[in-house]
């Protein structure tokens, strides 16, 4: 008996359905392992020295879902003492927090906009652990030069496997620190007779030491270091002053004494004013580990005493009838 | 002392001037703060802002007296506390607190330079004299565009979106009306 076109189209329905339906169940079946032992059997048999072969599978990567930087803000103590920041990150792994492998944990901070400005710490521990849940511990030391702004924050960690987990997503600001110290503990001058000229300190340069992370001036010579100075009166006779003018300063010493001391004059000496900031130009103060004694973070200024009027007698003069002189920067 | 003492001692002999600027245990004191050059203090206008400073003195060995004076910008920065000295002990941190407060009529970009000077006070009664050392904070505050100009900005913005809208819809209406009058005629 002839079909109808109807039921022809209904039974062509019904063929393509039931092709469609075993299609789809031959390819899930491959996809959830049921043919793996046949096809091993398969691989065995043609292979004379078969091996067995162990294969660990580890459901999902690594995930570090939080880092923890506490408040996000701190400050650096001045030199020479470091500053540590504890920093925490908290890591998911869908298999179990035992696939986590510990020894990979790092964390790295690095300042944006700084050169070469990077901190990491390999030695990351467990905090504390769940089932799938591990929370590292990370001690981050920075120095007194460490700069100041936003540091980025990358926590990574791999698993057993090798899937690695990165984060990226939390800032560290660390705020200035402005700060010198200076030495030696007093300046001197030898002896010299009345009318006497271009006299450098017998024990200059006055050393600066940068104990901050900012730096004091910068490369084009603009100097943000400034001395008040006062006069110096007579220790006997304190009517007798050497004037604040008649000093001055620089960066750079000369062959002293006489006219080639630079810091005597011209260029760059700086001169002074009683009770008044006065620039030394062209001495800067850049930031860095001055405990290198290399001059990193340091600078050092030279003085003259230019002119010992003839109107002055001979004695001691100093600061001790007046206020102190004063190295200020900013 | 006893450095002048030796050199007065030989005044006699050398006839001539002995100059002498000692310098005593200079204090090594360092400032902490969130705003330096780089990082300005950004206020809107006629905000009030309270912050600090952090007074450093963790490797003197002897406490610290501070004055602090601010030095640029008075009429924006005071110092919150009644007294401007500041003693700051060996091995510890003090916080110095400032209130910074800007006017009103303030422009949104406008820049307000301030500086806090802090200067060691030395001690000369034992007859040392000393070099002092000082420190200049100085950072700038930067206006914000204030509450009432982001209103205003908004309120451009809404009037202008509403001015388009409104002519779209006027003119969607005029080319119906257009269309059902040429029907008319027909």
Redesign the interface.
Known sequence: MKKGKGERVLERSKNTFVFVFVLLLFVALIAIGYFSGFFGKITTFDTATSKSVGVNITVGAPVIIEVLNGTGTMSLSAATLSTSRVINFTVYHGAGSQFLNDSTAYLNITLVGGVGELLRNNSCTRLNQSANYVTYSCNITMWWWDGAGNWNITAEIEDNNSNVAINSSTTLFVGSTTGFEMSPNNLTWAAMGLGATNQSSNNDPLVLNNTGNQPIGNATGTSNISINATDLKGETNNIYSLFANNFSAGPVGGSCPGAACTECGGGYAGNFSRNKYANVTNVILPKGNYTKQDGTGQEQIFFCLRIAGYEIISQAYSTVNMTAWTVKIG | MK??DK??A??EI?????????????A?????????S??PLRMAPGETKEFSL?L?N??GTSDLKLKAVVSTGSSVLRLADSSDIYIVPAGEKKNVDLIASVPADSKPGQIYNV?V?F??I?D?SS?E??????????FDIVILPGVVEELNKNLILYIAAGAILLAVIIFILLRILKKKSKKKRR
Do not use: H, P
């Not at chain 2, 050398?14 to 245990?25: A, D, E, F, K, S």
């Not at chain 2, 004299?129 to 100085?138: E, P, V």
């Open positions: 450095n002048i050199i007065m030989g005044k050398l006839v001539g001037l002995m100059v002498l600027i000692c310098i005593g245990n200079v090594a004191f360092a400032i902490s703060s969130d705003y330096w780089q990082y952090i450093q963790l490797v500086k000077d200067s060691e030395t000369s007859g004299f000393r070099l002092g050392t000082a420190i200049g904070q100085g």
